[in-house]
């Protein structure tokens, strides 16, 4: 299994930007699709971003559209989530994700193996 640190999580006003890093262990980080979930004070946790191994395809949940960007660099074993024009409803636990081989355009948190001890984003209004 891989090992994921993530990082950048803090306290923002509304409006602000915010970018995560997630480090990954290993050698074989471009082997694993990536993602992004979160997970608000008594909410489940849920889906907000993925990416192929690759980087060819993308994408994010509809809540966070325009708004949050994914992106990976393999040379650097590190994903990243960019978080833009951040609301007080994007206030959560991130937590940074590693799945299979497998792409889904809206995959569940079942789909992925590993996980990060997560990052908090606090958005003030």
């Known amino acids: 299994q891989v090992q994921l640190v993530e990082s950048g999580g803090g306290l923002v006003q509304a409006g602000a930007s915010l970018r995560l890093s997630c480090a990954a262990s290993?050698?074989?980080?471009?082997?694993?699709?990536m993602g992004w979930f979160r997970q608000a004070p008594g909410k489940e946790r849920e889906f907000v971003a993925t990416?192929?191994?690759?980087?060819?395809?993308?994408s994010v949940a509809d809540s966070v559209k325009g708004r949050f960007t994914i992106s990976r660099d393999n040379a650097k074993n590190t994903v990243y989530l960019q978080m833009n024009s951040l609301k007080s409803e994007d206030t959560a636990v991130y937590y940074c994700?590693?799945?299979?081989?497998?792409?889904?355009?809206?995959?569940?948190?079942?789909?992925?193996?590993?996980w990060g001890q997560g990052t908090q984003v606090t958005v003030s209004s």
């Open positions: 290993g050698r074989t980080f471009s082997s694993y699709v």
């Open positions: 990416i192929s191994r690759g980087s060819g395809r993308t």
């Open positions: 994700a590693a799945g299979g081989i497998l792409y889904s355009d809206s995959p569940r948190a079942a789909d992925f193996g590993s």
